[in-house]
């Protein structure tokens, strides 16, 4: 059975600081997707990760992808209360259906 | 905004009733997908359809139907309602039918009483 662990599931931070949020898989998947979602409200997409060493930024995100070690890293950097939300991961193995993590709730605080 | 449409928002109904969620994909894109999403089990796929034609199941109930129409939208079709089906319906659209980026409707919130 395919597993998508994410940790930790809770999060919270202060302002400015620096936090890794990590999302391991046990199954073989060359691609790895990162969403955010606010309270009540659908899932946007962050990163799109395709390929062993790959490593995208966006503002004070930055995701990276170790498919050997079937590892996923999430990194926050100077967070700030608009980072708060909850971050998902999800695999593909099989080429079709998105297999997600229980989520990782992130709250900034001052 | 993604461009994936979904309606109603809100729905309530009582159990052992039947809906119907719609939902229109991005212009362009011919995959649709349905996912639920719970307190208990989380967010989970239930089934994809190309071009109008079933893909992939993943843990659908058998209560449970979907069908996708020749202008691309797709309807999810829940019968014997039953508490436990109280949750978020999602549907994602991708270009193709391999997991392309998946774009993510508003969702429908289903209540069941």
């Known amino acids: 059975e395919l597993k998508v662990e994410q940790n930790p599931l809770f999060l919270s931070m202060q302002e400015g600081k620096n936090y890794t949020i990590y999302c391991n898989y046990s199954?073989?998947?060359?691609?790895l997707y990162w969403y955010r979602q606010d309270p009540g409200k659908s899932l946007e997409s962050l990163f799109v990760?395709?390929?062993?060493?790959a490593v995208k930024q966006e503002g004070r995100l930055m995701a990276s992808l170790d498919t050997k070690a079937r590892l996923s890293t999430l990194h926050i950097t100077a967070a700030v209360h608009d980072l708060s939300a909850t971050y998902f991961c999800a695999v593909a193995p099989s080429g079709y259906a998105l297999n997600f993590g229980k989520g990782t709730s992130l709250l900034v605080t001052p | 905004d993604s461009g994936v449409t979904q309606t109603p928002k809100h729905l309530i109904t009582a159990t052992g009733q039947r809906v119907t969620l719609r939902c229109s994909p991005r212009s362009g894109d011919l995959s649709v997908y349905w996912y639920q999403q719970s307190l208990d089990q989380g967010l989970q796929f239930l089934i994809q359809?190309?071009?109008?034609?079933?893909?992939a199941k993943g843990n659908i109930l058998e209560r449970f139907s979907a069908q996708q129409f020749p202008d691309l939208h797709s309807e999810l079709n829940l019968s014997s309602l039953e508490l436990g089906d109280s949750a978020l319906y999602f549907c994602?659209?991708?270009?193709?039918?391999?997991?392309?980026?998946?774009?993510f409707g508003p969702g429908t919130r289903l209540t069941v009483t």
């Open positions: 359809y190309y071009n109008g034609e079933e893909r």
């Open positions: 994602a659209s991708s270009v193709s039918q391999g997991v392309h980026e998946q774009y």
């Open positions: 199954t073989t998947s060359d691609r």
């Open positions: 990760l395709l390929s062993n060493g």
